[in-house]
């Protein structure tokens, strides 16, 4: 029986699915398309973490897509507001009909005798198998389990008489108002659920065994409230937009380049926080250099506010085991706890799990080297939609879904149907995808493509440069081959 075919196919219906849909649909009009989403909502990590207090911690005039001016002078915006946001944008511009809700897309194989991916997906409310063809594959799956959170095994964990939750999977009945809550963890989710619960629950302590690097930031953007009172909504946004861009990545080229200079800003940033006499050395000054994990910002130095007031606090040491009333540490101390929340992270994913084939031989993704950041070496007609780990997310997605429209463009023009990132004979040094030493990336960074020395092999982490050779620079290059299907001639 014949199957559905698509000429392009997304897979993931949250900030990068839904953007990349916009952007087909605005730049590939005659392109058919449909997004498989395994979940049965759009917003992807934007519907799916509930935790209190919930937000981004980058700014929404960069979070936000280039094309939908964020509005708000809230910079740092909260879980629902990002929901709402991409859900508005997908009904705004047409693309919500096009969702497939409940298709886990577990495998897809290229054939290139006609240029095609056939994917199969299952229906995750009934377990029917689905299948489909499309010429051209757009992965959008996020990076990490939806199913599963990271939590170590700690002794003891089933003599706990309270209640573990992980932040993933928060459930709706748990009432922590007058409990002692500790939070495990010093990522941004730690240091963003240790103050929204700190004014309910008795006392909350945030338990790190490794302090991050925290900076405090308006939450309200002045820039932004201005721009908005005297520019156009699209003017003012590009200004915003522009700034934030430009201050986030001197931030992260003085941390490369004059680690030292930004601890003691950031330490000095610290300091000024909380009380005298606090223990910063100990809390909140970790022994690696900025940007070398991801580094932890909270809004109008909300955290350092609960510490201030006494509704918070922190504790730097290493768990022994749990015990049944808390968690005791190697150091002898004991916590008391009703509730511990295991901020403990996330398990990467690449590729939503998916398997793929190229002509019956299955891609190790390993060995694979990403071109520009965003298609792998030896796959054809596929493209992959990851953000920055240094800025954010969506400045990168928007500028790869620009470049796959490109693509498209490109290869209608020319009556190509296949076009495969090859990387060069010569044995290149490769290193990991993602630079970042967070425990997070270094327990899953083998299962990751990797990038190579230069260009256009290598991933910048930078959104002026991506600008260049992703908006700007052409789509046929030494790394790329096309190809007809009927003659598969090199052109
Ligand atoms: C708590 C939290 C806060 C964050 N804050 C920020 C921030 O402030 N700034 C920033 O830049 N980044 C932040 N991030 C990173 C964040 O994930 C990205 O900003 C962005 O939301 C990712 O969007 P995405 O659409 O690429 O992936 P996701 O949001 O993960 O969406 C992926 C979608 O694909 C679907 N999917 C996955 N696999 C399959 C499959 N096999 N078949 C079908 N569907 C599939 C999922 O169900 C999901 O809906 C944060 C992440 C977390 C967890």
Redesign the pocket.
């Known amino acids: 029986m014949a199957s559905e075919h698509l000429d392009v196919l997304i897979?993931?219906?949250?900030?990068?699915?839904?953007?990349a849909a916009c952007h087909l649909q605005r730049e590939c009009p005659g392109k058919t398309y449909a997004i498989?989403?395994?979940?049965k909502?759009?917003?992807?990590?934007?519907?799916?973490?509930r935790?209190p207090g919930?937000?981004?911690?980058?700014?929404?005039f960069?979070?936000g897509y280039r094309f939908r001016p964020w509005t708000e002078a809230r910079a740092?915006a909260d879980?629902s507001s990002?929901r709402s946001y991409?859900r508005d944008t997908a009904r705004e511009h047409g693309v919500e009909a096009k969702v497939r809700y409940g298709?886990?897309?577990?495998t897809a194989s290229w054939s290139s005798d006609d240029a095609t991916w056939t994917v199969s997906?299952v229906r995750t409310d009934t377990d029917e198998a689905v299948s489909l063809t499309c010429s051209f594959l757009f992965?959008?799956?996020?990076?990490?389990r939806?199913d599963q959170g990271y939590t170590p095994t700690f002794d003891g964990m089933s003599e706990f008489e309270g209640r573990v939750v992980h932040?993933?999977h928060w459930p709706d009945d748990l009432d922590y108002s007058g409990k002692r809550v500790v939070v495990i963890g010093s990522g941004?989710?730690a240091v963003?659920l240790v103050p929204s619960m700190a004014g309910t629950a008795a006392h909350v302590t945030m338990l790190q065994r490794t302090p991050s690097y925290v900076l405090s930031l308006p939450a309200d953007d002045p820039v932004a409230w201005l721009a908005g009172r005297v520019l156009p909504t699209s003017a003012a946004y590009w200004v915003v937009r522009w700034k934030n861009v430009l201050a986030t990545l001197l931030l992260f080229q003085l941390s490369r380049r004059r680690p030292e200079s930004v601890k003691r800003m950031i330490r000095r940033g610290v300091e000024r926080q909380l009380p005298a006499g606090f223990d910063v050395d100990t809390h909140f000054s970790p022994p690696y250099s900025p940007w070398d994990q991801r580094m932890c910002?909270v809004p109008d130095g909300d955290l350092f506010r609960a510490v201030r007031s006494g509704s918070a606090s922190v504790v730097t040491g290493t768990i022994d085991r749990f015990t049944r009333g808390g968690i005791r540490l190697t150091s002898g101390e004991e916590l008391e706890a009703d509730v511990v929340v295991t901020a403990t992270g996330?398990n990467l994913?690449a590729?939503?799990?998916?398997s793929l084939s190229v002509d019956g031989s299955p891609v190790e993704l390993s060995k694979t080297l990403a071109y520009k950041g965003m298609m792998l070496s030896g796959v054809p007609n596929f493209a992959l939609?990851?953000?920055?780990t240094n800025?954010?997310?969506?400045?990168k997605?928007d500028l790869v879904s620009e470049y796959v429209c490109r693509l498209l463009n490109h290869m209608d023009a020319h009556g190509y149907q296949q076009v495969t990132p090859t990387a060069p004979e010569l044995p290149m040094e490769t290193q990991p995808l993602i630079d970042l030493k967070s425990g997070y990336v270094l327990r899953s960074v083998g299962l990751l493509p990797r990038q190579g020395p230069h260009p256009p092999w290598r991933l910048h982490q930078n959104y002026p440069r991506d600008l260049r050779i992703l908006r700007r620079g052409s789509v046929d290059d030494s790394g790329v081959q096309f190809c007809r299907v009927s003659s598969k001639a090199v052109v």
């Not at 298709?103 to 577990?106: C, L, W, Y």
Request: glycine share 16%; charged share 10%; aromatic share 12%.
């Open positions: 897979v993931g219906a949250g900030l990068s699915g839904i953007g498989l989403e395994a979940r909502a759009i917003g992807g990590t934007w519907d799916l973490f935790y919930v937000r981004s911690d980058s700014d929404m960069t979070l740092i879980g990002i991409v298709h886990r897309v577990i997906a992965v959008c799956s996020g990076y990490y939806y932040p993933q941004a989710t963003t910002f996330l994913l590729i939503g799990g998916m939609a990851l953000g920055y800025a954010s997310w969506t400045l997605c």
